[in-house]
């Protein structure tokens, strides 16, 4: 009897656990792109609420390649902004113009600056070359500059990325909290070693928090970057080899010249405006892709890990991020 009555009680006032009609019902049509999505992980979150727009694996560990050098960057900052342990002063003054002296133990493989061993480059350049051109020996001079070894810089890293996820836990409910513990872990600052993982839901979180500098936010949605090393007349540019990045940048540039020309913006509606991104690839990582974009105040940041080739993860970044702003 005392059954029953529970039960019916239960039954009378337990929540509905349907979705509701509306924006809810709306991001589920989004995950029904999973089928249409050939990237081993990928997500999409909103970046006012951390809320999980798409998703796909996205608690599986993964190499995430050159998404590593997001966390070099800012490791690379917050050496010139903490203050000392072993005092209450703060670090000296980070000094974009000093010359640091290429080695040979900067030469690694991959994405790289043309360079020879014992040329001079500015901290800046390399900064700027490390973000847009992915460029490894530029990422190895860098940490160097730093006076730390690269394993006390590697700990920095995995340090600050703890810290961050902790930060999510503590604060608010976002894909990680579904975690008992972290999974991203880095062996070294380039990404060319496949030990460096993260997942997608935690790397998303973590570049959320990263892409709150303004000097790595301005380096990633640069379309090139130029400069000469020391004592050279020859400008050096590198590109940025995110097509989607690109792409909006150009999308934008056509809508400044049509308002210069007609006055007014008016029927135009740019599908969103990428203001960050990041590429990577190993091929134990296969193809990677970190993008923030907006659109009408709408701030995303998404994150693609392993499509079998380049064009696919930049098609498929815009599949998403399309149909997720559609949804706004």
């Given at each position: 009897m005392f059954l029953n009555l529970y039960l019916a009680l239960f039954l009378t006032f337990a929540p509905i656990t349907q979705p509701l009609p509306g924006k809810e019902k709306s991001f589920q049509q989004i995950n029904s792109l999973k089928s249409e999505i050939t990237a081993k992980s990928a997500i999409v979150i909103d970046a006012k609420n951390k809320k999980v727009l798409y998703e796909k694996n996205i608690h599986q560990p993964l190499p995430i390649a050159s998404l590593t050098k997001l966390v070099t960057a800012l490791v690379f900052l917050d050496i010139y902004s903490s203050p000392s342990k072993s005092s209450k002063t703060f670090s000296p003054k980070l000094d974009w113009e000093k010359p640091i002296t290429i080695i040979p133990q900067d030469q690694v493989e991959g994405a790289r600056l043309f360079v020879k061993s014992g040329e001079k480059i500015k901290v800046k350049d390399l900064f700027y070359s490390m973000l847009v051109g992915s460029a490894n020996n530029a990422t190895k001079a860098l940490v160097r500059s730093t006076g730390l070894s690269q394993e006390e810089f590697v700990k920095r890293m995995n340090q600050k990325t703890k810290k961050i996820l902790k930060n999510y836990l503590l604060r608010s409910k976002t894909c990680f909290n579904k975690m008992p513990r972290s999974r991203t872990f880095f062996?070294?600052?380039?990404?060319?070693?496949?030990?460096?993982?993260?997942?997608?839901?935690?790397?998303?979180?973590?570049?959320?928090?990263?892409?709150?500098?303004?000097?790595?936010?301005?380096?990633?949605?640069?379309?090139?970057?130029?400069?000469?090393t020391i004592g050279s007349k020859t400008l050096r540019t590198i590109k940025n080899t995110d097509e989607v990045l690109k792409d909006s940048l150009k999308e934008s540039k056509n809508q400044e010249t049509k308002k210069e020309s007609t006055g007014s913006i008016k029927n135009y509606n740019q599908k969103f405006k990428v203001t960050a991104g990041k590429t990577g690839y190993l091929e134990e990582a296969g193809y990677c892709l970190l993008t923030q974009a907006e659109k009408n105040k709408h701030r995303v940041i998404a994150v693609i890990l392993g499509t079998q080739n380049s064009k696919t993860r930049f098609r498929e970044m815009k599949k998403i991020l399309e149909k997720v702003f559609k949804k706004f």
């Open positions: 062996v070294e600052p380039t990404g060319l070693n496949p030990k460096n993982i993260s997942t997608a839901c935690e790397i998303t979180l973590i570049t959320e928090r990263i892409l709150k500098n303004e000097k790595i936010r301005e380096a990633t949605s640069r379309k090139k970057y130029i400069f000469r």
